[in-house]
């Protein structure tokens, strides 16, 4: 993206870029570009996510897509394992262009810009359906504690400690899971943007231990000494591998795992 040095981006022009990491970080730039978006149907507020009319179903859609992996049956899925995976994707895939646009652009999309619509799988579709953001001190020129600020206010405050109190009230589900479920998606697209964009991997590394130290995330998990891998585009890059305090609950799941980041490799109960 052209721009002179010191020059902001818009926030379409950011999310535009970021959304070329892939995955979690693909948000629709522009209302013109929606209808070629995936998913179907209106495009909806965010909050509309965890509304009491859509959280319900949706977990219950997780259910079933679990019953139907695992050749088991619905009932067999515990609602708070599909509500605490369901959550684990949505806290990625509302973290991670927050992370890179903060890293990369020294911008956050502005929550209230952002808009969402059905799909059966895969993540969610995000448009962003106005072109605002809010300014976000790049870790690189301001320290990481500065850029954590906002992502944690915006982000976190703003949208995941609602959506998380809206999944506590429909299930049973213990907040140092969902918090956990939250620390390893920060770390997660921390790996991801280094992997992919390595001359900000350390930024974005940085980034995401300030908001893991930060106060609404704090305890919920350590991270290691960084290690040498290979990226995507050849080459490579340094790793800061994360460890969580808490797990997912995917291991509850008939023939399910531990991710690797889980404390029960540790052996320490979740």
């Not at 965010?46 to 259910?63: K, N």
């Not at 940085?206 to 960084?226: D, I, M, Q």
Request: aromatic share 4%.
């Amino acid at each position: 993206m052209p721009r002179s040095r010191g020059t902001t981006p818009t926030a379409r022009e950011a999310v535009a870029d970021i959304a070329r990491i892939g995955g979690f970080f693909d948000v629709t730039s522009h209302p013109d570009l929606a209808d070629s978006a995936p998913g179907e149907g209106p495009w909806r507020p965010l909050a509309e996510v965890w509304g009491p009319d859509v959280l319900g179903s949706r977990i219950e859609r997780t259910r079933r897509l679990f019953a139907e992996r695992m050749d088991i049956t619905p009932e067999e899925v515990e609602p708070r394992v599909a509500a605490s995976v369901l959550y684990q994707g949505m806290a990625a895939r509302l973290v991670s262009p927050a992370m890179a646009a903060a890293v990369v652009h020294g911008v956050v999309p502005e929550p209230g810009a952002l808009r969402w619509r059905t799909i059966s799988t895969g993540p969610l579709p995000l448009l962003l359906a106005e072109d605002r953001a809010v300014p976000a001190p790049r870790p690189r020129e301001h320290g990481p504690a500065a850029a954590a600020e906002v992502v944690e206010r915006v982000v976190v405050q703003g949208l995941l400690e609602p959506a998380a109190a809206a999944f506590r009230a429909r299930v049973k589900v213990s907040p140092k899971v969902l918090t956990g479920n939250l620390a390893s998606s920060v770390a997660g697209a921390a790996r991801r943007i280094a992997e992919v964009r390595p001359e900000h991997g350390a930024d974005a590394h940085a980034l995401a231990g300030a908001l893991v130290a930060a106060p609404s995330l704090e305890g919920s998990g350590t991270f290691g000494p960084p290690r040498t891998v290979t990226g995507a585009r050849g080459g490579s890059h340094r790793e800061i591998q994360f460890v969580r305090n808490s797990c997912c609950l995917y291991y509850r799941l008939p023939g399910g795992g531990m991710c690797a980041d889980c404390v029960l490799l540790r052996g320490v109960d979740a």
